[in-house]
């Protein structure tokens, strides 16, 4: 593999840092042939790929209000047996317990 070299390519690629600290070793990779692991799975350049769109997305789950909305977020408080109950109603459901919940409290409000 060869380190960066910055004085043939001077400008780095858009969303790349312009330097780093002394302690930073550049160099590139390819994934194809190495075996690098991110999050339990290996690295590819697809992969990688995939990770660098996802990223240029921006962070978070898409918005249930609007494209380009961000969603209010609740947080609440409950009793353990509760939460029990809910994961495995959505875990019976294949749902996820966000999912039971927004429906639920669709239905009551809807009769509210």
């Known amino acids: 593999m060869e380190e960066a070299d910055m004085t043939r390519n001077p400008k780095p690629p858009s969303g790349f840092p312009e330097s780093f600290g002394a302690?930073?070793?550049?160099?590139n990779v390819d994934l194809d042939?190495?075996?690098?692991?991110?999050?339990?799975?290996?690295?590819?350049?697809?992969?990688?790929?995939?990770?660098?769109?996802?990223?240029?997305?921006?962070?978070?789950?898409?918005?249930?209000?609007?494209?380009?909305?961000?969603?209010?977020?609740?947080?609440?408080?409950?009793?353990?047996?509760?939460?029990?109950r809910l994961n495995a109603v959505a875990a019976a459901q294949g749902r996820s317990a966000s999912e039971v919940v927004r429906e639920a409290l669709d239905d009551y409000l809807a009769r509210h």
Do not use: C, F, K
């Open 23 to 27: 302690d930073v070793r550049v160099r």
């Open 33 to 84: 042939d190495e075996y690098l692991m991110v999050g339990g799975e290996r690295l590819t350049e697809e992969r990688a790929e995939q990770l660098a769109e996802r990223a240029a997305r921006g962070v978070g789950r898409p918005s249930l209000t609007a494209p380009g909305e961000r969603s209010p977020a609740l947080n609440l408080r409950i009793p353990s047996s509760t939460r029990l």
